[in-house]
């Protein structure tokens, strides 16, 4: 690994790549399901480390903690006082950069459902059906119900974490849906507060999508020093990346604090 630009680090090889993504995670729970056979943990991994991809620490907490650096593909490193929880973050994130695609021709209403579409996918993986590939692993994260609480213990469900992965996902996914839309309760209240800060950080960036869009998506069909002149472009001085942006939208999550703090 590299640093590229300052603050910024570059996993160049595949084996570098290999050896980030198995020595990330802090949790034992987390390190066994990371090298078991699960088809998502492979997936996740496979795509991660087909491509170069970069990280870096947090410069400010408190302001970046919505900046979702993972949409292009940059990983911010933080520590969590609940390492169960840390973990959780790093497998969202990374779900995210395994699976985002990068579609500039999209107009923003579409460009819109695109993004809210692999926040689902990154949602469902690490705090829904997570806790049905490790089922010990609930008793140490939140002490609050969550919404995959009530799941958990119908044999119905627990069945098909057993014998049918995709169907299990199938059938929360669709339940999840209508908890975003049509929230009966405070815990599905706070998903459908979610969906809507999500849209607040897709309107910061309305005039600027495009461009991002196009350098990622140039970057995957080869042009890697097109993209880091870009992120070099737009880093301050003080190493945060897209700062205007960042400063933007945490004014949005100053005003929308009903969201759980620990993400």
Request: glycine residues 2%; contains cysteine.
């Amino acid at each position: 690994m590299k640093e590229i630009i300052p603050k910024i680090y570059k996993l160049e090889t595949q084996e570098e790549r290999l050896n980030f993504f198995e020595n990330l995670w802090s949790t034992d729970l987390f390190k066994i399901f990371i090298r078991s056979e699960n088809p998502v943990v492979q997936m996740i991994k496979r795509n991660y480390i087909k491509y170069p991809r970069y990280y870096y620490y947090m410069q400010d907490r408190d302001k970046e903690r919505a900046a979702f650096t993972s949409w292009y593909n940059v990983l911010s490193l933080k520590k969590y006082e609940n390492s169960y929880i840390q973990d959780l973050y790093y497998f969202h994130e990374l779900t995210h950069i395994a699976t985002m695609t990068y579609e500039p021709d999209l107009d923003f209403k579409s460009w819109c459902i695109k993004m809210r579409n692999n926040e689902v996918l990154a949602s469902m993986n690490s705090e829904v059906l997570i806790y049905f590939y490790i089922p010990e692993y609930r008793q140490y994260t939140f002490k609050e119900e969550i919404w995959v609480d009530r799941f958990l213990n119908k044999d119905y469900y627990k069945s098909l974490a057993n014998q049918d992965l995709a169907q299990l996902a199938i059938d929360l996914t669709s339940k999840r849906a209508n908890a975003y839309e049509n929230p009966k309760d405070a815990v599905e209240q706070i998903l459908s507060d979610f969906r809507q800060f999500s849209h607040l950080y897709y309107n910061v960036w309305k005039k600027h999508y495009v461009e991002l869009e196009t350098v990622l998506r140039n970057f995957y069909k080869g042009d890697v020093v097109g993209f880091e002149t870009f992120l070099q472009k737009n880093q301050s001085k003080s190493g945060i990346l897209f700062k205007d942006k960042v400063e933007k939208h945490q004014k949005n999550y100053i005003k929308r604090n009903k969201l759980r703090p620990n993400y």
